[in-house]
């Protein structure tokens, strides 16, 4: 059985080119990026505000709802799941703070 997000990642990229009057992704999307990014950092604030009302149900929806945002954005990028991935399996077993400090210095 397929993982949800990859099933949905497929979904996204099936419909990024759809008619825009039928499909939220295809009019998300020929909106440009940056309504892309924008909707992802509103999602991101709403998931914030639920957690900080300490709304389960509500943060368990703003959490799909940034998830789902965040895949449009990764697919107008170029990048998938996998990056993800493979950018999350780099960073294991290493210090988030050494993480951090790594990247300040690139």
């Known amino acids: 059985m397929a993982d ?3 099933t949905l990642e497929q979904v996204i990229r099936a419909r990024r080119g ?3 009057s039928t499909s939220y992704v295809a009019k ?3 909106k440009g990026r ?3 990014a924008q909707k992802l950092g509103e999602e991101a604030v709403e998931a914030a505000i639920a957690a900080v009302q300490d709304d389960r149900a509500g943060l368990t929806g703003e959490a799909a709802d940034l998830v789902f945002h965040l895949l449009i954005l990764l697919a107008d990028m170029g ?3 996998d990056d993800v ?4 399996a780099r960073r294991e077993g290493v210090s988030g703070i050494d993480e951090k400090a790594a990247r300040q210095g690139e």
Do not use: N, S, V
């Open 4 to 6: 949800m997000l990859d």
């Open 18 to 20: 759809a008619d825009p």
């Open 28 to 30: 998300l999307t020929a």
């Open 34 to 36: 940056a309504k892309i």
């Open 79 to 81: 990048l998938t799941l």
């Open 85 to 88: 991935r493979a950018e999350l």
